[in-house]
């Protein structure tokens, strides 16, 4: 039985670690085409590193490229503007359909839902019509940041909302009714008791709208052109009529991956805690 067990076990572990060299390779090889010249890239192909080979042109050029240090503050301004926006707007709302008596809120919160549910390709067009007719003098959503946040917080905070609404549901209604007797106000009660409580959701709901918001394309593709062009649309300029610069490529996706990653990593115990949080209500 033991044995059983034991050979159980190593089959496990032998199909995890044979799923993350599949998730991984095509980031090695990413980072393999990144530190090549354009000579090596054409030549044998090997997914082994050659260290005396390697160079960091591809890099230095991509840092040094003012439209690409645009792209890049454009993304970090969206992305971290949405996270902090869709988590405020998700707590309040998150918070309104736990604790007070709203006509029609079961109806309201799948009513949400279905606004995440449908594909995003769908309302390109409509949104394209109204970012580029609605306008107040010459200005306009179009090719703007603040479009953008508006944008990716339609579609995130649905999520965000599901998501933080099992976790204030988990918190005892006690406290906020302790808070109460003490004299506490709602805003008291959100921000003493419900707040420190709800930070690993939050956490959570703060990382994965950012890593969608910094991720998506569709959109930024679609609704600007210059001013407001995010680094996921900047990929596309290095495939011209004349061919493609693949080493640089390669470079800005490595840099589009790493603030997104890092961020993961850095926070993956949040995202468990936060994920299981209210999980099991007693």
Known sequence: MKRGFLQSRLLTVLFWLAMSALTLLPVWWMFLVSVRSRADLFGKPSFL???????????AAVLANPTFQKYMTNSLIVATSNAVLVSVLALLAAYAMSRFALAGKDNLFFWVLTNRMAPPAVFLLPLFLMFTGIKLGDWSLFDTRL???LLYCVFNLPF????????????PRELDEA???????TFTVLTTVIFPLARPGLAVTGILTWVFAWNEYLFASTLTSVEARTITTGLAEFVTVTGTNWGQLAAVAMLTLAPAALVLALVQRHIVAGLTFGAVKG
Not at 50 to 59: F, I, K, L, R
Not at 160 to 171: E, K, R, T, Y
Not at 179 to 185: F, I, N, R, T
Request: charged letters at 10%.
């Open 160 to 171: 965000a909302f599901w998501l933080l609404q099992g976790i204030v549901d988990a918190i």
């Open 147 to 149: 479009g953008l946040i």
């Open 49 to 59: 590193l050659d260290v005396s080979a390697m160079t960091w042109d591809n890099y």
């Open 179 to 185: 808070a109460y007797v003490d004299g506490a106000s």
